[in-house]
């Protein structure tokens, strides 16, 4: 795999936390001060020189990132940088100029940041008293900020080279918390995807007959290579982007496990490309974060509003998304699943039953990211053995040929879903959706189309 997103989100899968006492590790070589090894490693400083970010200041793209972090810890500094074997270097802060020396730079000797821990290590560092940290205490630019607590998280490359440092400091004694953490490293995963985007992009400027297959890499990594294995229930899923197919799509799914049950999120980022890109790694790291700690999907959506409107900072840009949570309360009959739909502007989800019966839910809400306080539309549905839940983009029902004013719409996709077959399972139903657009759009489709089944095991219908 070429340099991409999810090569990224392995890298980061096997991150540690030190806590504020120092590890087996540190007392064996005496603390950090005079051990710099990981900071010095030749393959990581070639990393750090290869992506560019040394040649210019702080960039906006990175102080969005820091300026969202800010907000959802609320913590007055966060910084990111990206430190080589000499410098730690300023990519990004909420307000950079109150971060650069008196020289007019962004930078400062690496062994006078605190960013050093990080990089030799590879770990996340949490210190809740930078004073009883002997790591951190007596760094210089410990005392310049004014830091009584210190957050950080690596922001690692495409091949999981560290790369810098996004951190978070406050003025007061913090009790880091487990959502703290969590947060910090969402944001370091989404630093490191723009890294990687920049170096995917800057790599099909160079090779441009090797556009396709990199947008198809980058994809794979905003939605799943493949459909997640579930206990109960199976999911079918196919995405198809519109044009000519180099570009990043902007329709993205995902599922999450949540208590008692799974959640899926389907949504559709306004734009393509490497924007469209950025945010739909946004979208969907904020709705993993959000439904690690929130049941209620209306209440996430709520989170992917707040995260989305600080995230677009003015900019003309929205997301449709719904969110659904599986779940088998003891209301429900055995076999089946209430399903608890949020929709936030998302075009509605259809119920195919095992009969063959469709039903179409409620849809409404507001689209994301537009507004502070957002609007959701909730709906509560029972599926029982065999039924399934059919959730799509917009790509879908306003598929039309060029030219052509008329669309598949609502009618259309029932009467795909009603020509299978009873039994039909999700990666037919699936599959019948994207044929039943293309065929309405002919050979050259303009918009990305987004189609995910769940159908509940029909095996799992009670006897009698």
Known sequence: MGPGWAAVATAHAPWTMMGATANGRDRE????????TGVEAPQRVTAVHATRLLESGPEEAFNRLTRLASTMLGTPMVALTVVDDVRSFLKGAPDPALLTGPDGTFEVPVE?????????TGEIVCAPDVRQDPRLRDLPQIHVFGAVSWLGVPVLGPDGLVLGNLCAMDSVVRDWTELHLETLRTLALAASGEIALR??????????????????????????????????????????????????????????????????????????????????????????????SETDPAKVLATLNEVLHVWFDGRISFVTALYATFTRPADVPAGSWRVTLASGGHP???????????????????????????????????????????????????AHGIGAVEQLDDTGVTDALTRCAPGADADTLAAALVDAANHQTGPTPTDDIGVVVVRIDPSARPAG
């Open 29 to 36: 070589r005496g603390g950090v001060a005079g051990h710099r």
């Open 112 to 120: 006078e940041s605190a960013c050093q821990v990080v990089i030799d």
């Open 199 to 292: 170096l995917a992009l800057r790599a099909a400027d160079r090779h441009a007959v090797e556009a396709a297959e990199l947008a198809a890499t980058l994809q794979e990594s905003l939605i799943p290579s493949r459909p997640p294995r579930l206990t109960g229930a199976v999911i079918g899923a196919r995405f198809q982007p519109g044009g000519s197919g180099v570009e990043v799509m902007g329709d993205f799914y995902d599922v999450v496990p949540v208590l008692g049950g799974f959640g899926v999120v389907i949504g559709d980022v306004c734009g393509k490309g490497a924007a469209a890109a950025r945010t739909t790694a946004m979208a969907r790291s904020a709705v993993r974060t959000a439904a690690h």
């Open 348 to 398: 509605p989800a259809f119920v195919r039953r095992a009969d063959g019966r469709v039903e179409q839910l409620a849809g409404g809400g507001r689209v994301l990211g537009i507004a502070a306080e957002s609007v959701v539309g909730c709906q509560s549905v029972v599926l029982g053995a065999g039924d399934s839940l059919v959730l799509h983009t917009d790509g879908i029902t306003e």
